[in-house]
């Protein structure tokens, strides 16, 4: 049964991985649900051999790190889109009065026992905002199903009014807490411990603590949202007036004095003036990008970014990268050649760093951040070649939707065109960061994002990219 229904929903293994619904369901059945069944009595014939398959494959298994962080990129698609909890949980990736952002080709629902687990998440680190929407939405599902048991689930109605109740406790909202604690012990009337918080919260009501939430909600569904990252407003970005530089900007046949791009001039695409972006389309081949994502394929890692003098992981950057040097494969030194011939800048070593491959998977996303360093501790200095000038990004996949790059402060985006490269200047010429840089990458609805960076450092650039006459330049 078990088998069945895993093989109805995944067998397109693209879909699966392009639609985060999907994928998370995929992480957790393989990492929660196919356990269950497999130390189900049901088993119990063939205990000795479900044992010892589940054995063989346990460590390629996701594990709980890998189910939470599906969790938590379901409400980071929730936050940064405006999706409804209600919709998601059924499938449709739309925010109220808009058309849908994604249409899956089959539209998947994830199950009471899914949403308790998302919710599940969220109240373990106290995220009670998100952890009411999810079980809220779990609590409905289970009613619906009141009755019936599926063996993979490991929650059940009383657990999802448990820890709703508690939640809406721990927001404020005594008298929802109250009636679900109610509903609650009609189905196990001996429970001590929530007979004990029914008689707390009669009294905490009795006293006029908690009459009224102290978010003073519209409806009891959660507390206004929490501030958000910039970029969680700039998806996608609502037009603004024209100023009168976006005049000058438009496409062209670039050669930058380069004999490499005689035959085969860049076309280039002026993104913005201030900051200076451009965009590089049909930057590489289709062969290029698979070559590139296979290299760096086995030695993804966590990306890591810099705290101080240190690198470490960081929630606000989920997403795996590796390092590919130029004499990897003959694509990548090749591709250096090619930035170095459209930007006109240096590229030998140390003047600009390895090509990083970076893999967004479900929900992935970086928050604003500058390329360049900002501080002289920063580990960019390590290089002893400066701070980086310049970022060139290519973009290797094409995502369904989400994944734009935004700028912050310059209050524009750029979505993910395959085989594009993005190019920016991090530093004024006088060397000053450029503040309009600030930029972010917006998670990834749907689809799979790969991206090659490319930083370039300003030891090197001297007489490529000159210091103006005008100091504040």
Same mark, same amino acid.
């Given at each position: @049964?078990?088998?069945?229904?895993?093989?109805?929903?995944?067998?397109?293994?693209?879909?699966?991985?392009?639609?985060?619904?999907?994928?998370?369901?995929?992480?957790?059945?393989?990492?929660?649900?196919?356990?269950?069944? *497999?130390?189900?009595?049901? =088993?119990?014939?063939?205990?000795?051999?479900?044992? =010892?398959?589940?054995?063989?494959?346990?460590?390629?298994?996701?594990?709980?790190?890998?189910?939470?962080?599906?969790?938590?990129?379901? &409400?980071?698609?929730?936050?940064?889109?405006?999706?409804?909890?209600?919709?998601?949980?059924?499938? #449709?990736?739309?925010?109220?009065?808009?058309?849908?952002?994604?249409?899956?080709?089959?539209?998947?629902? $994830?199950?009471?026992?899914?949403?308790?687990? #998302?919710?599940?998440?969220?109240?373990?680190?106290?995220?009670?905002?998100?952890?009411?929407?999810?079980?809220?939405?779990?609590?409905?599902?289970?009613?619906?199903?009141?009755?019936?048991?599926?063996?993979?689930? @490991?929650?059940?109605?009383?657990? =999802?009014?448990?820890?709703?109740?508690?939640?809406?406790?721990?927001?404020?909202?005594?008298? @929802?807490?109250?009636?679900?604690?109610?509903?609650?012990?009609?189905?196990?009337?001996?429970?001590?411990?929530?007979?004990?918080?029914?008689?707390?919260?009669?009294?905490?009501?009795?006293?006029?603590?908690?009459? @009224?939430?102290?978010?003073?909600?519209?409806?009891?569904?959660?507390?206004?949202?929490? $501030?958000?990252?910039?970029?969680?407003? $700039?998806?996608?970005?609502?037009?603004?007036?024209?100023?009168?530089?976006? $005049?000058?900007?438009?496409?062209?046949?670039?050669?930058?004095?380069?004999?490499?791009?005689?035959?085969?001039?860049?076309?280039?695409? &002026?993104?913005? *003036?201030?900051?200076?972006?451009?965009?590089?389309?049909?930057? *590489?081949?289709?062969?290029?990008?698979?070559?590139?994502?296979?290299?760096?394929?086995?030695?993804?890692?966590?990306?890591?970014?810099?705290?101080?003098?240190?690198?470490?992981?960081?929630?606000?950057?989920?997403?795996?990268?590796?390092?590919?040097?130029?004499?990897?494969?003959?694509?990548?030194?090749?591709?250096?050649?090619?930035?170095?011939?459209?930007?006109?800048?240096?590229?030998?070593?140390?003047?600009?760093?390895?090509?990083?491959?970076?893999?967004?998977?479900?929900?992935?996303?970086?928050?604003?951040?500058?390329?360049?360093?900002?501080?002289?501790?920063?580990?960019?200095?390590? &290089?002893?070649?400066?701070?980086?000038?310049?970022?060139?990004?290519?973009?290797?996949?094409?995502?369904?939707?989400?994944?734009?790059?935004?700028? *912050?402060?310059?209050?524009?985006?750029?979505?993910?065109?395959?085989?594009? =490269?993005?190019?920016?200047?991090?530093?004024?010429?006088?060397?000053?960061?450029?503040?309009?840089?600030?930029?972010?990458?917006?998670?990834?609805?749907?689809?799979?994002?790969?991206?090659?960076?490319?930083?370039?450092?300003?030891?090197?650039?001297?007489?490529?990219?000159?210091?103006?006459?005008?100091?504040?330049?």
């Amino acid at each position: @049964r078990f088998y069945e229904k895993v093989q109805a929903l995944h067998q397109d293994p693209k879909a699966s991985v392009d639609n985060p619904l999907l994928a998370f369901s995929l992480i957790k059945r393989l990492h929660s649900d196919w356990p269950n069944v *497999i130390y189900s009595d049901e =088993a119990t014939r063939n205990t000795q051999a479900l044992h =010892a398959g589940l054995g063989e494959v346990e460590q390629e298994l996701p594990g709980s790190e890998d189910l939470d962080g599906a969790a938590r990129a379901l &409400m980071r698609l929730q936050d940064v889109y405006a999706l409804s909890v209600k919709g998601l949980a059924s499938g #449709v990736f739309q925010r109220a009065g808009h058309p849908p952002l994604y249409s899956p080709g089959r539209r998947v629902s $994830l199950s009471a026992d899914d949403c308790f687990h #998302v919710g599940k998440v969220a109240y373990d680190t106290g995220d009670y905002y998100h952890s009411i929407a999810w079980l809220e939405e779990a609590v409905s599902l289970f009613r619906l199903s009141y009755g019936s048991w599926n063996l993979e689930d @490991r929650s059940s109605l009383e657990d =999802a009014l448990d820890h709703l109740a508690f939640s809406y406790f721990m927001a404020g909202n005594i008298s @929802r807490a109250l009636s679900l604690s109610r509903e609650f012990l009609h189905y196990d009337p001996s429970n001590q411990r929530v007979l004990r918080n029914v008689a707390k919260y009669e009294k905490l009501l009795e006293k006029g603590t908690g009459a @009224r939430s102290r978010w003073d909600w519209q409806g009891c569904h959660g507390p206004p949202l929490p $501030l958000s990252p910039p970029h969680a407003l $700039l998806g996608p970005l609502s037009p603004q007036p024209a100023p009168k530089r976006l $005049l000058h900007l438009g496409c062209s046949y670039e050669t930058n004095s380069s004999p490499y791009l005689l035959l085969q001039p860049a076309k280039k695409e &002026m993104v913005r *003036i201030q900051p200076y972006v451009a965009l590089y389309h049909d930057f *590489i081949t289709d062969a290029e990008a698979e070559t590139i994502k296979g290299l760096a394929g086995p030695w993804l890692q966590r990306s890591v970014v810099a705290s101080g003098e240190k690198q470490q992981k960081a929630e606000y950057r989920i997403s795996k990268s590796a390092w590919l040097k130029d004499t990897a494969d003959p694509v990548v030194r090749v591709l250096d050649q090619r930035i170095a011939a459209v930007t006109g800048l240096d590229l030998r070593p140390p003047y600009a760093e390895y090509l990083q491959v970076v893999n967004y998977g479900l929900g992935g996303h970086y928050e604003p951040h500058f390329d360049h360093a900002t501080s002289m501790k920063s580990p960019l200095y390590r &290089m002893k070649s400066g701070n980086r000038i310049a970022t060139v990004m290519i973009y290797l996949s094409a995502v369904e939707a989400g994944g734009s790059t935004a700028f *912050i402060y310059a209050n524009f985006s750029v979505p993910v065109v395959k085989n594009a =490269a993005l190019f920016w200047w991090n530093l004024r010429r006088n060397g000053n960061g450029d503040g309009d840089t600030l930029h972010a990458g917006c998670p990834v609805l749907a689809g799979d994002k790969w991206v090659a960076n490319k930083w370039i450092h300003e030891h090197g650039q001297e007489f490529r990219r000159p210091c103006s006459a005008d100091p504040q330049d």
